[in-house]
């Protein structure tokens, strides 16, 4: 590997044509499916092995069952502890995949708008499902400020807007900050070896 930034390219690894559709397995399968099967098997040993005296290993990942649960029931009450599997496995993927991009030869899957533009895709548009089918038409009223009503005609359209931009924003701000860093090291990497180069 040449460069640091090098592993944002996406290197095709098994060129596939089916019916005429590009189904072809590129660089990003492979942490994909470490990381999916990481995740399940963590699951199966924990949930498995726990034990009423916890181990050292159960005892962490009750602690960060009780950090995601105490983060959801304070943004979302107490009705929002129902989602805690959702929402943990959401965790313990995304930082599996920012861990999976700092060892040696990694692939950064989160730099990589496709992959973000999906979850944050998805979770918006479960959430507005989930609160349209459990609130009915009561849900809208997310989309009305207190305001006089001629404002209304205006400021109805900016909510929905608004609202509907989360997932770009989410999308591009993870991706963004995971291809920051790596530029970053990618710089400042360049400045020490020629420093490093004078002194010698």
């Given amino acids: ?46 949930t498995i092995n726990s034990t009423l005296l916890p181990t050292s ?6 602690l ?13 009450g107490v009705k929002g502890v129902v989602y805690v599997p959702l929402f943990l496995s959401l965790f313990l993927a995304i930082l599996g995949a920012n861990l999976l991009s700092l060892m040696p030869f ?11 533009l999906f979850l944050s895709f998805s979770l918006i548009l479960s959430l507005f499902l989930l609160g349209f089918v459990t ?3 009561t849900f809208l009223k997310l989309f009305l400020p207190h305001c006089p009503f001629p404002l209304l005609f205006l400021l109805v359209p900016i909510e929905i807007f608004s609202y509907f931009v989360r997932c770009f924003s989410l999308a591009i701000r993870l991706s963004a ?11 400042v990497s360049g400045f020490i070896v020629p420093l490093v180069q004078l002194r010698a």
Avoid: K
Wanted: aromatic share 10%.
């Fill in 135 to 137: 609130h009915n038409l």
């Fill in 1 to 46: 590997m040449a460069s640091p930034l090098e592993q944002f390219d996406l290197i095709r690894l098994l060129p596939l044509r089916l019916f005429g559709n590009d189904l072809s397995l590129f660089t990003l399968v492979l942490p994909l499916s470490l990381l999916l099967l990481g995740l399940l098997l963590g699951v199966a040993f924990f």
């Fill in 177 to 187: 900050n995971i291809l920051a860093g790596h530029t970053l090291v990618l710089i």
């Fill in 106 to 116: 990694g692939i950064a899957i989160t730099s990589h708008v496709v992959i973000t």
């Fill in 57 to 62: 290993w159960q005892q962490s990942w009750e």
């Fill in 64 to 76: 960060l069952y009780a950090f995601v649960a105490g983060v959801l029931r304070e943004q979302a």
